[in-house]
């Protein structure tokens, strides 16, 4: 057996929360037998195996009584080009934000909205990761997945993959599929979204009127290093809300006692609400108990100050639930997977 299955590991350097829990089993996958390996282990020792990337999108609430599998698979493969469209693989463990890095060399476009996103390649269809106007779903080429209930691997299409914001059947059956590897199909032409917040702002900040893919990537990278904290210095999970869909009654009613509510239309006739502005409007913005608190400059991420464990959070997430659902009638939906 080449998996090396360690006992009691401390997951801390594992959660971007910075989190202190125990796993009571630990092991890193390296190749698709390593992943078959760990499982046949879980089944053979009667232990639950959970999947992990980056631990980007995690709240753990308590030592983890199972078998801690992080995917640590590498490698990126170009699987067609027809001059025009390019569709790229990459393994599930390789790192979401230089996997970004790397189809920009390459000279392809698609994947810049979405720089910087910390976490895996596999990790990202789980919740269709989305930034400034695109999400994984616009790009998707496809994806292969181990079911854990059969043992056999199966290809998504898009279609199959029921995405949508923040959400995807990965989610819905969560613990259901593993996935190995992700398929892309980006653009030699770039087709920018620039739309979003500021994108284009801050493009024309820099003087630059025609911008490459790799000019929007730069600009997003900047824009969101000033704005949300590095997980290596302050723990967090980045966004720890959804941004609710409501009717678009409420929308008005809302909009009508306060008049600066920030709402986007949606398509299907809901508004979409920013979740970072009813939480600030509320009051919570920079709030501190203990080392759990909301951070200073963005109200919609939750930060660990240092020793806060996961219950603690939890908690100060339920009380802003509960705040928020009393002065505007929203429920706010937690975005990281809880265990
Ligand atoms: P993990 O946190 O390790 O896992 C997340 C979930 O996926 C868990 O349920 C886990 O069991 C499951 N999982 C992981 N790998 C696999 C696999 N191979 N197969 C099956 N299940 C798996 N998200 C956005 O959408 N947009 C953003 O702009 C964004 N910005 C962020 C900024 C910061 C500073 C931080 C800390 C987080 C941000 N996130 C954002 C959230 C997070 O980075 C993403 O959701 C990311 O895709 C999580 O990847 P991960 O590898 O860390 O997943
Ligand atoms: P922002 O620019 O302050 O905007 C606040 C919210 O308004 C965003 O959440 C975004 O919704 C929405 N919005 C802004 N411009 C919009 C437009 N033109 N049309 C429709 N909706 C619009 O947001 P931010 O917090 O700095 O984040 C910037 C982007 O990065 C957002 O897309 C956000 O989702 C993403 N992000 C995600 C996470 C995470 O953990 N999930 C963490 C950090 C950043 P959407 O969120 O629906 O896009």
Not at 54 to 79: C, E, F, K, W, Y
Request: hydrophobic share 45%; proline share 4%; net charge negative.
């Amino acid at each position: 057996m080449s998996l090396q299955v360690q006992s009691q590991v401390s997951l801390k350097p594992f959660n971007s929360f910075g989190v202190d829990v125990e796993a009571r089993l630990f092991a890193e996958a390296h190749s698709d037998t390593d992943v078959r390996e760990a499982l046949a282990y879980g089944l053979e020792h009667e232990v639950a195996v959970l999947v992990i990337g980056g631990g980007s999108n995690l709240l753990l609430t308590a030592d983890i009584d199972s078998l801690v599998l992080r995917m640590a698979t590498r490698g990126i493969r170009v699987l067609s080009d027809d001059g025009s469209k390019v569709v790229i693989e990459a393994e599930a463990g390789e790192p979401w934000h230089p996997f970004v890095q790397h189809t920009l060399s390459l000279g392809l476009s698609g994947l810049e909205n979405l720089s910087l996103i910390p976490g895996t390649v596999g990790a990202a269809p789980m919740q269709n990761i989305g930034a400034y106007g695109v999400e994984i779903k616009d790009v998707f080429a496809g994806l292969t997945a181990l079911d854990r209930q059969s043992g056999e691997m199966r290809d998504f299409t898009l279609q199959e993959c029921n995405f949508a914001y923040r959400d995807s059947l990965f989610k819905q059956e969560s613990g259901r599929w593993l996935i190995l590897r992700v398929r892309f199909a980006l653009d030699r032409a770039a087709h920018l979204h620039l739309e979003y917040g500021p994108v284009r702002q801050r493009l024309t900040e820099q003087g630059i009127e025609h911008p490459t893919a790799s000019d929007v990537s730069q600009a997003i990278c900047s824009i969101r290093n000033e704005k949300l904290p590095d997980p290596a210095v302050l723990g967090n999970a980045g966004s720890f809300f959804k941004n609710p869909l409501v009717s678009a009654a409420l929308a008005a009613r809302l909009k009508g006692e306060y008049p600066d509510l920030v709402a986007y239309a949606q398509p299907d006739g809901r508004m979409k609400l920013a979740a970072g502005w009813l939480i600030e409007r509320a009051g919570w913005k920079g709030f501190r108990e203990a080392d759990a608190g909301v951070h200073k400059l963005q109200a919609l991420v939750l930060v660990n100050y240092g020793g806060a464990t996961g219950l603690q959070l939890l908690n100060l997430a339920q009380r802003i639930q509960k705040d928020i659902f009393e002065r505007f009638h929203v429920d706010l939906e937690m975005e990281p997977n809880r265990y």
